[in-house]
Each structure stands twice: as C-alpha cells, then as structure tokens.
C-alpha cells in the first residue's frame, strides 16, 4: 500500500503562485511514477503532470506547459506542484496520484490508470 498526502492548497489572487506538496508513505519504493490531477465543481478529473520517479522525466498537461512545474525529492518521498502565474479557471480540487508500474503514452495522462490516491487539496484563485 501507498499512503499519499496533499497540502498547500490555498485561496489566491489571479496571477500569483502556490505551491503543492505530495507526501508518500508506505511501499514507496514501489513507486514507478507520480502525477497530479484536479478536479473542478461539475467537472471530470483532469490530468496536470505527470513525473517519473527515477528517471525525473515530465510530461504536462497543456493548461500547465510553461506554468506549471512538477518536482520530486526522492529522499522526501514527496512530489511538488509549483504552480505560478494563477488563473480563475485554474481552481480546483487537485490530488496527487501514485503508479507502481511503466505506463504506455496514452495512459499516462489517464486516471484510471493509477493505482493510488490523495484526498485532495482545494485550490481556489480569485479574479
């Protein structure tokens, strides 16, 4: 099992920047890769980042490319969501997600595909 921890969910004006924390606990040497997700009120679940747990490898979302930095500290067992310049639409709830096994393309960016998961941060941004 693979416990996972979000924080530093916050209200924040448009423009301005947060940061996520995921904190892993458990078999995290099972780890293979760990994501970020988020979900806004009436929405589906939409994929953010994604990053490699050993090879340090990113992929984004493109309502994150050029905003949005994904990080990993292997001896903290924690993923980062550094996220700057904040738009309105960017509220949500975000979880951080955890898979314990290689991943085609295709399903990296798909939740399902994912074996563990967070209970969530909110993140609202105002206008």
């Known amino acids: 099992q693979v416990q996972l921890v979000e924080s530093g969910g916050a209200l924040v004006q448009a423009g301005g920047s947060l940061r996520l924390s995921c904190a892993a606990s458990?078999?995290?040497?099972?780890?293979?890769?760990m994501a970020w997700f988020r979900q806004a009120p009436g929405k589906e679940r939409d994929f953010v980042a994604r990053?490699?747990?050993?090879?340090?490898?990113?992929l984004y979302a493109d309502s994150a490319k050029g905003r949005f930095t994904i990080s990993r500290d292997s001896a903290q067992n924690s993923v980062y969501l550094q996220m700057n310049s904040l738009k309105p639409e960017d509220t949500a709830v975000y979880y951080c997600?955890?898979?314990?096994?290689?991943?085609?393309?295709?399903?990296?960016?798909?939740?399902?595909?994912?074996?563990?998961w967070g209970q969530g941060t909110q993140v609202t941004v105002s206008s």
């Open positions: 997600a955890a898979v314990l096994g290689p991943q085609s393309l295709s399903a990296m960016a798909n939740e399902s595909q994912y074996d563990y």
């Open positions: 458990g078999r995290t040497f099972s780890v293979y890769a």
């Open positions: 990053i490699n747990w050993s090879a340090g490898r990113t």
